[in-house]
């Protein structure tokens, strides 16, 4: 059986010799951190790509082609939109 606890690293040649004079191998394990996190960062630009920004862009197109937005926009002047004094009404 091997023994293990003594060795406190594999990846140096030191590590390996203290290993192996304790009768045991190394071995490096890899958990799958990288891998996912690779795999979610490419399924989310995918996603971004082919479904969030052409809903966006068709989003942008259909407020813009919209009357009554144009006609705010294009009707009044940019003083119109400033907040200028005390703004609430007194009805």
């Keep these: 059986m091997p023994k293990t606890g003594l060795a406190q ?15 045991s191998t190394c071995t490096i394990q890899r958990d799958g951190y990288f891998v996912v996190s690779t795999a ?7 996603i971004i790509a082919t479904f969030i920004a052409p809903t966006a ?3 942008e197109r259909a407020l813009a082609e919209h009357a009554t937005f144009r006609l705010i926009v294009a009707g009044l002047p ?12 007194q009805d």
């Design 40 to 46: 979610l960062v490419i399924l989310g630009s995918i």
């Design 78 to 89: 940019t003083t119109a939109w400033r907040i200028t004094g005390d703004s609430r009404r």
């Design 9 to 23: 690293e594999c990846v140096s040649e030191a590590g390996k010799a203290l290993c192996a004079r304790a009768g």
């Design 57 to 59: 862009r068709r989003l």
